[in-house]
Each structure stands twice: as structure tokens, then as C-alpha cells.
């Protein structure tokens, strides 16, 4: 280290810029929830855990931009991000 020069501490926080939901619905039923899970300048990175109503069932989820942008998407870059089907059983 050369004592003439100094540097001062310098610290990076990552946000989200671009809210994320998750829209999920379960097999044979008509109701359909959607949730942000990942608001405008939430930190980033981080996890997310995600609690369903039911226990008893397949379903359906997709992983998507949300509507309340603070920037715009990239031109052509698709709104889905993740889409899962998953088969009856008991969800943990």
C-alpha cells in the first residue's frame, strides 16, 4: 500500500428494476392468482419463499415480468420468464 493514496470504501447495492410476479392456478380449479414477488428495488440477489392455499393438487405456475415497469422492457425480450407444470401430489 502506497500511503499517498487513499481510497474510500466503496459499497454496490443491485436492485431490481423490473417487478417480477408469479401467476399460478391449480388443476381443476377456475381461480387464478397472480403475486409480485420481487417488487421494483428489492435487493438483488435474494430468495423468495412462496406459500400456496392448497396442498392437494398438480399445478400450474409461471414466472413473468410484472405490468409496473420502471424501465422498458428490451425490444422482443419476452414477458415469461419460467413456466412449470407440476403433477399431482402433496406440495411441501
Known amino acids: 500500500m502506497n500511503p499517498r493514496y487513499k481510497v474510500s470504501p466503496i459499497q ?17 380449479k377456475e381461480r387464478v392468482v397472480t403475486k409480485e414477488i ?3 428495488g428489492s435487493n438483488f440477489p435474494t430468495g423468495k419463499s412462496v ?3 392448497e396442498k392437494d ?8 415480468y410484472g405490468d409496473k ?8 425480450l ?6 412449470y407444470d407440476l403433477g399431482h401430489g402433496v406440495i411441501s
Open 38 to 40: 420481487f417488487p421494483v
Open 12 to 28: 454496490v447495492n443491485d436492485y431490481n428494476q423490473i417487478p417480477i410476479n408469479i401467476t399460478y392456478q391449480f388443476k381443476g
Open 78 to 83: 419476452p414477458s415469461q420468464i419460467a413456466q
Open 51 to 53: 406459500t400456496f392455499e
Open 69 to 76: 415497469l420502471a424501465v422498458p422492457l428490451v425490444a422482443g
Open 57 to 64: 393438487g398438480g399445478i400450474e405456475l409461471l414466472l413473468h
